[in-house]
């Protein structure tokens, strides 16, 4: 496992239920770019809390949307919702280290 890895790995793990960080806000807390914290989430990032990690918009990665929706809701993440578009409310969610 690469350092980058590893810090991008242990600053999402960081992340409480309830809060999320986006992907620029990894990116900045580790010394790396948003496309990086994507690629190591993509690559290694399945055994961690990955749906906490968010674009910069709020929204979850499109593909796992309905995954994060229902992890969302059970950890008690405020949610701004417009039919079928989930979006974490930004303002009262965001984690910062």
């Given at each position: 496992?690469?350092?980058?890895?590893?810090?991008?790995?242990?600053?999402?793990?960081?992340?409480?239920?309830?809060?999320?960080?986006?992907?620029?806000?990894?990116?900045?807390?580790?010394?790396?770019?948003?496309?990086?914290v994507g690629r190591v989430l993509h690559n290694?990032?399945?055994?961690?809390?990955?749906w906490r990690v968010v674009a910069a918009d709020?929204?979850?990665?499109?593909?796992?949307?309905?995954?994060?929706?229902?992890?969302?809701?059970?950890?008690?993440?405020?949610?701004?919702?417009?039919?079928?578009?989930?979006?974490?409310?930004?303002?009262?969610?965001?984690?910062?280290l």
């Amino acid at each position: 496992m690469t350092d980058l890895t590893e810090r991008v790995l242990s600053t999402v793990s960081s992340i409480p239920p309830g809060h999320v960080m986006t992907y620029g806000d990894v990116a900045h807390a580790t010394g790396t770019g948003a496309r990086a914290v994507g690629r190591v989430l993509h690559n290694g990032g399945h055994d961690i809390p990955w749906w906490r990690v968010v674009a910069a918009d709020g929204r979850p990665f499109r593909a796992a949307a309905e995954d994060a929706r229902a992890r969302f809701l059970e950890e008690g993440t405020p949610l701004l919702e417009a039919g079928s578009d989930v979006r974490v409310d930004l303002a009262r969610a965001s984690w910062g280290l």
